[in-house]
């Protein structure tokens, strides 16, 4: 796989179809791959914290969620083929079963929320097997009990949605102890299979408008997105030299 380094960060360059046939093809792997998908909050967050920017570049696969890391691959002339989003990235997963069978065990959002995308994903994806599930606000005395857990259900797939870069650390710090054959961070995405948070609409989504339809819905998150802007004018300043290149 080409790799594009964006500000440091070493972006896998796939399209979807390449994205899903790396996650198929570590099934029939030993090891646990390590997926993220960053988007431009997350990208902007690893330049202020170096041993963040180490995790994501310790990925086995680094997928770009979000429009703005697309356009700044673009500003500096080392474009990603597309936006791989990592809710899009399950559902293929998810319907790929029909060809594939796999097993996942679903970690993360608030009690309740893992149990009703499970219930979702079972009735749309019949050959997805959910062999489990654990909501994301745990102690961390709890973490090893979960983790026998996640080992004892024998699921191929972990999606982790914890919300970014806890999700990240989590999977780093705890990718060598899992069995399974794929851990991946997907943000919000369970909320999403739940059906208690939506997506955008397909037309802002393709206007690479999703962060204006994330901020209407949560207008507490304004300031953290303000490192979308910040990371287009970090890309433009780049791009010109005006900022040392990394
Ligand atoms: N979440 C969680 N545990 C936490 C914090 C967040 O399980 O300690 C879940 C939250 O319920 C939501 C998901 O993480 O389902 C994503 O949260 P958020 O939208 O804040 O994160 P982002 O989209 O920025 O990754």
């Given at each position: 796989m080409e790799i594009i380094k964006i500000h440091g960060v070493m972006m896998d360059n796939v399209t979807m179809d390449e994205a899903l046939e790396y996650v198929i093809g570590r099934l029939d792997r030993t090891g646990t791959a390590k997926i993220y998908t960053p988007n431009s909050e997350i990208m902007m967050q690893a330049q202020r914290d170096p041993g963040l920017k180490d995790i994501l570049n310790q990925a086995d696969l680094l997928i770009a969620d979000g429009a703005g890391v697309v356009l700044a691959s673009r500003i500096l002339k080392r474009?990603?083929?597309?936006k791989v989003s990592g809710v899009d990235l399950v559902k293929r997963i998810l319907e790929n079963t029909n060809k594939r069978p796999a097993s996942f065990f679903i970690f993360g959002a608030r009690p309740g929320v893992a149990e009703k995308a499970a219930e979702n994903i079972m009735s749309q994806?019949?050959?997805?097997?959910?062999?489990g599930w654990q909501h994301g606000?745990?102690?961390?005395?709890e973490e090893d009990t979960i983790i026998n857990r996640i080992n004892e259900s024998g699921a191929d797939i972990l999606l982790v949605g914890l919300g970014a870069p806890k999700q990240e650390k989590w999977i780093h710090r705890n990718a060598h102890r899992l069995n399974c054959k794929v851990a991946m961070g997907i943000g919000g995405s369970i909320d999403v299979l739940a059906g208690t948070a939506a997506l955008a609409p397909e037309f802002m989504r393709r206007a690479g408008l999703e962060w204006l339809f994330r901020l209407v819905k949560e207008p507490r998150r304004l300031p953290r997105m303000m490192d979308l802007p910040r990371f287009i004018l970090l890309s433009i300043r780049r791009r010109f030299r005006l900022k040392k290149d990394s």
């Amino acid at each position: 796989m080409e790799i594009i380094k964006i500000h440091g960060v070493m972006m896998d360059n796939v399209t979807m179809d390449e994205a899903l046939e790396y996650v198929i093809g570590r099934l029939d792997r030993t090891g646990t791959a390590k997926i993220y998908t960053p988007n431009s909050e997350i990208m902007m967050q690893a330049q202020r914290d170096p041993g963040l920017k180490d995790i994501l570049n310790q990925a086995d696969l680094l997928i770009a969620d979000g429009a703005g890391v697309v356009l700044a691959s673009r500003i500096l002339k080392r474009p990603l083929k597309e936006k791989v989003s990592g809710v899009d990235l399950v559902k293929r997963i998810l319907e790929n079963t029909n060809k594939r069978p796999a097993s996942f065990f679903i970690f993360g959002a608030r009690p309740g929320v893992a149990e009703k995308a499970a219930e979702n994903i079972m009735s749309q994806y019949p050959k997805a097997e959910i062999k489990g599930w654990q909501h994301g606000y745990f102690n961390s005395d709890e973490e090893d009990t979960i983790i026998n857990r996640i080992n004892e259900s024998g699921a191929d797939i972990l999606l982790v949605g914890l919300g970014a870069p806890k999700q990240e650390k989590w999977i780093h710090r705890n990718a060598h102890r899992l069995n399974c054959k794929v851990a991946m961070g997907i943000g919000g995405s369970i909320d999403v299979l739940a059906g208690t948070a939506a997506l955008a609409p397909e037309f802002m989504r393709r206007a690479g408008l999703e962060w204006l339809f994330r901020l209407v819905k949560e207008p507490r998150r304004l300031p953290r997105m303000m490192d979308l802007p910040r990371f287009i004018l970090l890309s433009i300043r780049r791009r010109f030299r005006l900022k040392k290149d990394s």
